[in-house]
């Protein structure tokens, strides 16, 4: 008999969690406590265990979203964003919204099956408890759910085989940024391999970049000193986050402590002074599989273009994932074009949305196109002869 079991906190789930989601550090319970722990304000947890008998053989991790346009357009001088768009984005998003993953990560870190069932038994039981749930945080929380989203899926993913049931329940695939993923060559085993493979131009860009970042002294920084600098931390963060034209949350001040306390040598930051000042930062997730993943990074704008902050972190992204051994560098959605220059590849990503009211639905993708437009970027080549 096929079951599921609701847990509203990371304290409540059976030991067996760990042992199935082993090979993902975002479903991990050091994970979730540090999210649960350091979530953005507006973002709840919660988790679903599905069980075959009494044995766990998938799990879900689900967050409640309450969407504010104060923080959805934060970046009031980006003329692509006309108070009516706002309007109709805020009268479609706003409210609490039901996510299957993760809002706060690029990729698909919200659910595990096992072999033990398909995942047309895995759907059948998260619409159960997605429903379950829109009853529960109504009772609790005086709240009603107006959208269901489904992320971040690449093409190969399982879900997509219950795409026709999807579509029949009302959701909608919607097609969205990329992710920017960097395979490293099992060939290369120190960062000087990456810099004898770039071809002549990349090669002079790199030294180019390097020459303006001097003066600037990088080291990681451990959880004392990640302490001490959390209000510089936090202003460098705001800096980037505030420049983008849509957001779904803000990290609390404390995010990156405890996020260091709890995923310890999982989690790195790394930090940029100048003159014994922060001027910026970086941070990376060591995932397993060989995956490391980029995170939130921020930086003074008095010195991102003088000095090319960004690029310079780029490049040590990937001294860091070559120099330890990583086959993957996650670079996620976003600047495709800068993260291609250093290697990157674009991988597409969808995902499944639905709207509670049913006139809402209707409207929901286009909707979502004027909040999500296809951008044109230039694909580098920095490898190619």
């Not at 072999?115 to 929380?141: C, G, P, V």
């Not at 989690?267 to 910026?280: A, P, Q």
Request: proline fraction near 3%.
């Amino acid at each position: 008999m096929i079951h599921y079991k609701i847990y509203t906190t990371y304290q409540q789930l059976p030991t067996s969690w760990d042992v199935l989601t082993a090979h993902d550090v975002f479903l991990s319970t050091p994970y979730l406590k540090a999210i649960e722990t350091a979530a953005p304000n507006n973002i709840s947890m919660y988790y679903v265990g599905i069980f075959k008998n009494e044995t766990l053989v998938a799990v879900a991790v689900l967050q409640r979203v309450q969407l504010y346009v104060k923080d959805m357009f934060r970046n009031n001088n980006d003329s692509c964003f006309k108070e009516r768009v706002k309007s109709l984005v805020s009268l479609i998003l706003k409210g609490n919204i039901l996510v299957l993953g993760n809002l706060t990560h690029t990729g698909q870190h919200g659910y595990f099956v096992s072999n033990a069932i398909s995942i047309h038994e895995f759907t059948q039981m998260l619409f159960r408890a997605f429903n379950a749930l829109k009853q529960y945080i109504k009772t609790h929380s005086k709240k009603r759910i107006r959208l269901f989203l489904l992320k971040d899926f690449f093409d190969a993913d399982a879900i997509h085989h219950e795409q026709q049931k999807l579509s029949e329940k009302g959701f909608y695939k919607v097609t969205v940024q990329p992710n920017m993923l960097f395979h490293i060559p099992a060939s290369w085993n120190t960062f000087q391999d990456y810099l004898k493979a770039l071809n002549n131009k990349y090669r002079r860009r790199y030294k180019r970049a390097r020459k303006k970042y001097n003066g600037i002294v990088c080291k990681e920084l451990d959880a004392p000193t990640i302490k001490a600098q959390s209000n510089r931390l936090y202003e460098l963060y705001k800096t980037v986050s505030d420049n983008a034209k849509f957001n779904t949350f803000i990290l609390p001040e404390h995010h990156f402590l405890i996020y260091k306390l709890e995923l310890q040598d999982n989690f790195k930051v790394f930090g940029y002074y100048l003159d014994d000042t922060l001027v910026g930062f970086y941070t990376l997730i060591l995932n397993k599989n060989n995956a490391l993943e980029t995170y939130f990074l921020g930086y003074d704008e008095r010195y991102q273009y003088s000095m090319q902050l960004y690029l310079n972190m780029l490049y040590d992204m990937v001294a860091y994932g070559v120099d330890n051994g990583f086959k993957t560098i996650v670079y996620a959605r976003t600047a495709m074009t800068i993260k291609s220059s250093v290697g990157a590849e674009a991988f597409p990503m969808t995902m499944y949305m639905k709207h509670t009211n049913g006139l809402m639905n209707t409207l929901l993708k286009q909707i979502f196109s004027l909040m999500n437009p296809k951008k044109a970027w230039d694909v580098r080549h920095p490898f190619a002869p």
